[in-house]
Structure formats: C-alpha cells, structure tokens
DNA sequence: TTAACAATGTACGAAATGGTACGTTCAGTC
DNA sequence: GACTGAACGTACCATTTCGTACATTGTTAA
C-alpha cells in the first residue's frame, strides 16, 4: 500500500509512521495465532502471517527470532489466556456436586468456544510436545486446575456425595478428554457418522450427556442406605 | 486400453508378475504412512519419503499422482486396516454387559496399539476433514462400527442391564473420545501434569477408569426394586 | 522377433519459503 | 538541534520442495 500520495501538497505530503511496539507485537501474535492453529507449524507461511499483519515480515523476524519461537510464544499466549478464563471460575462456595457438575459444563463449553486453542494443543501433539517442554511459563499455568478439582473432590468425599479412591488428576483427565475430543474431531466424526455434531442441539445434547457421564462416575456406589 | 479383444480368449487368463509394481506400491504407501502421521501433510517430504523406499521419488509420482492423492490414499489405508481388526471382534454371543466391557476395552487397547492411524485422523480434522470427505470408501466403512453396537445395546436394554433412551451413536462417540484422547494428547498431557501417561501401569488403570465409567454410565438407575 | 506398453531411473525447473543485509525513520535525552 | 538506540521497510538470497521431461529397461501379445 503505497500511500506516499506525491501530490502538490508540500507540508504533509507522506504519512507518518508511528512507533507502536506492543501494538505491532500483538498483532502479529493474533495472526500467527489463527495462522498456526489453522494450518500448523509447518503448513503456516511466514510470508502470509505477515501479509495479515499491519506490519511486515521484518517485523516477525524482530520480535520473535524465527518460525519456531513465534510459533512457542503463541502456544503460550493460547495457555495463558485459558488460564485467565478458567481463573474466574469459582467452584469452592458451591457445594460438591454442584461444584463439579459446573467445572465440567465450563469445561465443555469453554474448548467448544475456543477452536482455536484446541487445535494449537492437537498440532502440538503431533510435534510429541516438544515446544511446550521447553516452556517453563506453560508448566507452571497448569498445576491450579487440578487443585481447584481436588477441593471439589474432597469436599464430595467428605459429604459423601462422591465415592472414594478416585484421584483427581485421572477425573481431570476424563472431563478433558470428553470435552477436548469433542472439538478435535468434530470433522472426521460428523463426516464418518452423517451426524451434524457441531449443530446447537446435538452439543446440547453432548454437554448433557458429558456432564451426566461424570456425575455418575463420581457418584457412590449405592449401599442400599436403609438403615 | 483395456484389451477386450473378443477373439480366440483362452479360458484361463493367467497373469504373470510385472516388475514388481504392487510391491512398490505397498512400500511406498507403508513409508507414506509413517512420514504423513508423523510431520503431517505439510510436513512431510515427497524427497523423503522416496529416499526411505526402494523406490524412487518418480515411482510416487506414477502410482499416486501427486502429494494430496499420496496423501488420501494413505488415510484410506490406515481405515481399512483398522476396519479390518476390528471385524475379528465377535460380540454376538456374548452377554450385553460382557460385550460392551470387551468392546471398549478393544478400542481402547487398539486405539493405544495404533498411534499412527489416531495421528493420521488428528492430522485430517486440522485439515477439517476435508480429504476424508472426498473419500468414498472411508464413509462406507465405518457404518458397521454402529451397528454391533446398536446390537449390543439393544440386547442389553431388553435383559434388563441397561437403562433405556441411550443413542447407539452418541455411546459409541463417548468410547471414542475416551480412547482417542488417551493417545491424541498423551505428549501435552503428560508434560503439564508431570504424569507418565504412557507407563504400563498407568495405561492399565486408564483402561479401567475408561471401561468403569462407561459401564457406570449405561447402567440402569436404581429403581429400588424391593421385592 | 517385434511392436506396444508398463515400470523405472536421472536430472532438472519453477515456485515457494525461511531468513537476512542494509538502509530509513521515530522518539527520547543531552 | 544533535545524538542514539529502538522500531521499521525494501529488496534480496540460498535452499527447499513439488513436480516433470526424457531416457531406459522390463514384459506381454501377436
């Protein structure tokens, strides 16, 4: 865009470049970001990242030394901003099951919302992990969902409104399973089975059925409580 | 240019090897395979792919025209072997609640067996399935995945042990998505909650929790059935 | 045998792609 | 205003990478 309008206008003739480095920087992170988790780390152009940017391609190379770095930051940048939306959830004044019941409709819908995320930690896993073991940042976000999670638990155990022997960290890892896969093969899934699965009734339907499968993994095992 | 010549065709139409065509094929399309599920479409390398077959990169080019088709074909393959282990599974002359635990065990141990076709299938929904959708045959394989399960079901709600209003299709997505996760993000997984996913004692217990909690989930509520 | 076609090897081209050299402009400080 | 380092633009390079032209060998039918 060659805005260098030569007219006769002799005192603003050209326009103005304005310093904005954490403008610029966002920027590109928002475009590598849709860039990555659309097309992966090989299957992005840093070409094209920079043609969607209102800067250029020196820019990338100025802030994020090459591919791979920008490609780390983002992933980052994709954990945090999880992290920030998971924080506001406030599950300790509720009481268990209730509790739980909301940590996994969070949880559902949130990854339904955030394709983006989803695809960036399914690429990730094709490369075996191999960025975010070099992210210390990463491995310290995560530890507080699982302990918000094991509250909860304790509390239902105490209550006896849970079973026992349930570790926490394996209930963690259902409610993502269930609500990671039902963004990361939603393609394959709705083609393979003829089944509209992103379509508002059936997620309604998945949330339901999600939400109900781990209410009724935690629940006790009935005692026949007559005394 | 096929030869339909109605002349004096003797009765037994014997063919005799080539050079060695459909063994060159076959080595390129098992390379392709390892190649495509581990650095994806774009990732991988016609170059090296060729140099990893007996084969030269020419050859690729004339079984399979070019890297997309290279590409489908090898995900057509991965289906079609998958849907043949499977087809070994016979669940009819099991009792319901025997075949279902034996159904998901098997998807869950094959899932775990066959990191390279979960890969290929996580590598296709990046590509929002859309090679999968151009492909006949893929659709027409898996509808007999259902099937046996809508079997198994259907038996189970008439004996009584399990609960009714469950959709074959939707229990079938619940298995998947326990199964597929356990190999599709065991790299991420395992690095945020320093827990060693793979470790065969902890692929025991996944199996476990997974069979449990489907079990669990189809059971029929307690009714109180006093006598 | 020989024509015809299938199967294969070698070398190369054109475009894409990650990355850089080098120069220019901005903004704060003295 | 002069200076300086950070912020930015343009043009370019070296390599990679998909794909092909062309030559050659094997195989079968007549």
Not at 9 to 15: G, N
Not at 209 to 216: E, I, P, Q, S
Request: net charge neutral; glycine share 4%.
């Amino acid at each position: 865009m060659t805005a260098t309008s030569t007219k006769t206008s002799p005192p603003e003739p050209r326009r103005r470049r304005k310093n904005n480095p954490e403008s610029v920087r966002a920027d590109i992170l928002a475009v590598a970001t849709r860039e990555f988790s659309e097309k992966g780390l090989s299957g992005a152009r840093i070409d094209e990242i920079a043609e969607q940017t209102r800067a250029s391609k020196r820019m990338i190379y100025y802030y994020f030394s090459d591919k791979e770095t920008l490609y780390l930051h983002t992933l980052e940048a994709a954990y945090q901003k999880v992290r920030l939306q998971e924080a506001e959830l406030d599950l300790d004044h509720l009481p268990p099951l209730e509790a739980l019941s909301r940590l996994v409709r969070f949880t559902f819908c949130h990854h339904a919302k955030n394709p983006d995320f989803i695809r960036l930690v399914m690429i990730e896993n094709i490369h075996h992990g191999r960025f975010l073991a070099q992210s210390k940042l990463i491995q310290s976000l995560n530890a507080g969902v699982i302990d918000a999670l094991t509250n909860v638990y304790l509390r239902g155990v105490e209550e006896g409104c849970f079973r026992e022997g349930l570790d926490p960290r394996e209930l963690h890892w259902l409610i993502s399973a269930l609500s990671f896969f039902n963004v990361s093969n939603q393609h394959t899934f709705s083609r393979i089975f003829d089944w509209q699965q992103a379509a508002p009734e059936n997620q309604r339907k998945l949330e339901e059925h999600v939400t109900d499968m781990v209410l009724r993994y935690v629940r006790p095992d009935e005692v026949t409580p007559q005394p």
